[in-house]
């Protein structure tokens, strides 16, 4: 019964395998949408790796191979979200596990720079942040600066929210 499997022999039909080898393609493809939509590789970098995995595929010359090689272009898509995942700050709720919501993205930004001047005024009398800085801030935050109207925007819904900012953009910003 406690055979080492090395000198197992077992016997699968070539229909099972064909079927195994079908959802490992779909598993494939999905982590493939999955890559494609939250932008960890595009245009190049994914079509050379679809292109190799499947000339890799194709090239093989038994069913086992191709099941192996298909398994392990899967583990390198995973590593591919695994990184990026790792790399990405995590989602943290702020003010004692409150999330912050609002019906705009307008909301959000004026929330951010409130929280933000907020740090950076600690212990200071006034601190000067203009709109400049604002576009910049929120450039980090999420990628890509605002347009200056939404910047600004942001910024008069900034001071609705803490009465205290004194909010006035920066001309030719």
Do not use: W, Y
């Amino acid at each position: 019964m406690n055979e080492p499997l090395a000198d197992a022999i077992l016997e699968i039909p070539a229909s099972e395998l064909q079927h195994f080898f079908d959802d490992l393609i779909l598993t494939f493809n999905s982590l493939n949408d999955l890559i494609k939509d939250n932008g960890i590789l595009r245009g190049r970098e994914l079509a050379e790796l679809n292109q190799k995995a499947s000339h890799a595929v194709k090239a093989a010359q038994s069913p086992i191979e191709k099941l192996l090689l298909l398994n392990a272009f899967i583990r390198q898509q995973i590593g591919h979200v695994g990184r990026t995942l790792k790399t990405r700050p995590p989602a943290t709720p702020t003010d004692q596990g409150v999330i912050r919501q609002a019906i705009t993205k307008i909301g959000l930004r004026a929330l951010a720079i409130v929280e933000h001047v907020k740090t950076i005024a600690e212990g200071k009398k006034e601190v000067a942040f203009n709109s400049s800085q604002t576009r910049d801030f929120l450039a980090g935050r999420e990628g890509k600066a605002p347009s200056r109207r939404d910047t600004i925007r942001a910024l008069k819904r900034a001071e609705k929210i803490c009465p205290a900012l004194a909010c006035k953009p920066t001309p030719g910003d």
